[in-house]
C-alpha cells in the first residue's frame, strides 16, 4: 500500500513528497485542482496549509489526493 510520508510545501502549487517506498517526487497540482471541493485551494494560502492524515497529504476542507494519483503525477526528485 502506497503511502505518504512527507511532505514539504516547494513553489506554486508544488509540493516534494517522500513515499513509503523511499522515493521522492515533485508533485505540481495546478491542474488537477479541479471540483468544488478544490476550489479554495488555489489560494496558496489554503494550498500551503496542508497536512499528512492517515497516507496521504488532506486540507482542512477534507479535500485529498489519494497517494496513488500523487506518485503517478509526480516527477522523480534524482
Same mark, same amino acid.
Given at each position: 500500500?502506497?503511502?505518504? #510520508?512527507?511532505? +514539504?510545501?516547494?513553489s506554486d @502549487?508544488k =509540493?516534494?513528497?517522500?513515499?513509503?517506498?523511499? &522515493?521522492?517526487?515533485?508533485?505540481d497540482?495546478?491542474?488537477?485542482?479541479?471540483?468544488s471541493?478544490?476550489?479554495?485551494? #488555489?489560494?496558496? +494560502?489554503?494550498?500551503k496549509? @496542508?497536512? =499528512?492524515?492517515?497516507?496521504?497529504?488532506?486540507? &482542512?476542507?477534507?479535500?485529498?489526493?489519494?497517494?496513488?494519483?500523487?506518485?503517478?503525477?509526480?516527477?522523480?526528485?534524482?
Amino acid at each position: 500500500m502506497l503511502e505518504v #510520508k512527507q511532505a +514539504n510545501y516547494l513553489s506554486d @502549487f508544488k =509540493i516534494e513528497i517522500m513515499f513509503n517506498t523511499g &522515493e521522492k517526487k515533485v508533485v505540481d497540482l495546478a491542474n488537477s485542482l479541479v471540483g468544488s471541493v478544490f476550489q479554495p485551494l #488555489k489560494d496558496l +494560502n489554503v494550498f500551503k496549509s @496542508f497536512k =499528512i492524515n492517515f497516507n496521504t497529504i488532506e486540507w &482542512e476542507n477534507g479535500a485529498d489526493f489519494a497517494p496513488e494519483y500523487l506518485y503517478e503525477v509526480g516527477k522523480t526528485v534524482k
